[in-house]
Nanobody, 123 residues
């Protein structure tokens, strides 16, 4: 099992910046089996969508809507993933969820989700 604690959401004006953090904890085996770490978001009346993901090797992928404005990074020593968001737009308003994927030979793939943190961008 992996537990995720998110922080860093809030309210900013358009053009502002925020940094989200998500710290993972759990058994040594669970932590060592973390593969992908990422961020998703869900706006009112919309489906949850991928924002950014980073692999254990540091490879990254971003939604087209955030490319050039958001940067995902991870600190493996702290088991933490970050999302630096700049030039925020009102359409970035959503609840942001941290996602961690573990992969083991015994249990296969397991997805874990944070509790969500609200990001509100005013125009």
């Amino acid at each position: 099992q992996v537990q995720l604690v998110e922080s860093g959401g809030g309210m900013v004006q358009a053009g502002g910046s925020l940094r989200l953090s998500c710290a993972a904890s759990g058994s040594i085996l669970s932590i060592k089996s973390i593969n992908h770490m990422g961020w998703y978001r869900q706006a009112p009346t919309k489906q949850r969508e991928l924002v950014a993901v980073i692999t254990s090797g540091g490879g990254t992928n971003y939604a087209d809507s955030v490319k050039g404005r958001f940067t995902i990074s991870r600190d493996n020593a702290k088991n933490t993933v970050y999302l630096q968001m700049v030039s925020l737009k009102p359409e970035d308003t959503a609840v942001y969820y941290c996602n961690v994927v573990t992969i083991t030979e015994i249990t296969g793939r397991n997805d874990y989700w944070g509790q969500g943190t609200q990001v509100t961008v005013s125009s």
